[in-house]
């Protein structure tokens, strides 16, 4: 059990465009989701705390209009990269909190975004 | 303030060699908890084991195995025997209680890159 899907894997993209990333919790319901950033030899950085049916949390720094999350169902949150410029080029990895008893966060295959 | 800290930035060890990996964290909270992740080169985080601070029972888990100790603030991890397919970046991470105001949120450590040669 906990398994979390992400989609895209890859996504390469040109400057200027919007790219969608889909995160899916397969077999458990998580009201709350995670997004992190993490650049090649460095830990992840928590960008933002997305809440069913709610508004997500960004952290300092993070532009709310540059990264559009939507976390409309109990096992759908999604994370668009609106206007994407080279410097947003990384690796984007979800996770879904299990709240089975458990409050263990489950992680996705994270995506790797190239913006040309 | 938490915080998360693994000391060890790259390790390098031949198969067989028992290694451990060291975690030491800072929180005010009482109750807390503490996880280590595993990532391999594809980039997916593995959870490997989740610990409550109520609870300091070393755990073993075939080669893995974990040892919490709350008076020096430390969850280090040791891998006996270790193999090839360790090889791998190991985080360490921090949640506060969801009774805390930034409850649930990981905080992580910087990592520790092992690479296990044959």
């Known amino acids: 059990g906990a398994v ?19 995160c899916r919790s397969l077999d458990f319901q998580a009201t709350t989701m995670f997004w992190y950033r993490q650049f090649p030899k460095q830990s992840l950085m928590l960008m933002a ?43 984007y990895i979800c996770s879904a909190r299990d709240e089975r008893g458990q409050e263990t966060q489950y992680f996705g295959p994270g995506t790797r975004l190239l913006v040309l | 303030a938490q915080k998360v800290t693994q000391a060890q930035t790259e390790i390098s060890v031949v198969e067989k060699e028992d290694v451990t ?8 909270d009482t109750t807390y908890y503490l996880f280590w992740y595993k990532q391999p080169p594809s980039g997916e985080l593995v959870f490997l084991i989740r610990r409550n601070s109520f609870d300091e029972q070393n755990e073993i888990s075939g080669r893995y195995s974990w040892n919490f100790q709350k008076s020096t603030s430390s969850f280090n ?40 040669k044959p």
Not at chain 1, 56 to 63: D, K, L, N, P
Not at chain 1, 64 to 88: G, Q, R, W
Not at chain 2, 21 to 28: F, P, Q, S
């Open chain 1, 4 to 22: 979390v899907s992400q989609h895209p894997s890859w996504v390469i993209c040109k400057s200027g465009t919007s790219v969608k990333i889909e």
């Open chain 1, 49 to 91: 705390t997305s809440n069913e049916g709610s508004k997500a949390t960004y952290e300092q720094g993070v532009e709310k209009d540059k990264f559009l999350i939507n976390h409309a169902s109990l096992t759908l949150s999604t994370l668009t990269v609106t206007s994407a410029h080279p410097e947003d080029s990384s690796f």
């Open chain 2, 21 to 28: 990996l060291d975690c030491v964290y800072e929180t005010r």
């Open chain 2, 77 to 116: 991890f040791t891998i006996t025997a270790s193999q090839v397919v360790d090889s791998a970046v190991y985080f360490c991470a921090l949640s506060r209680s969801l009774f805390y105001n930034q409850g649930g949120k990981l905080i992580f450590g910087q990592g520790t890159e092992l690479s296990v």
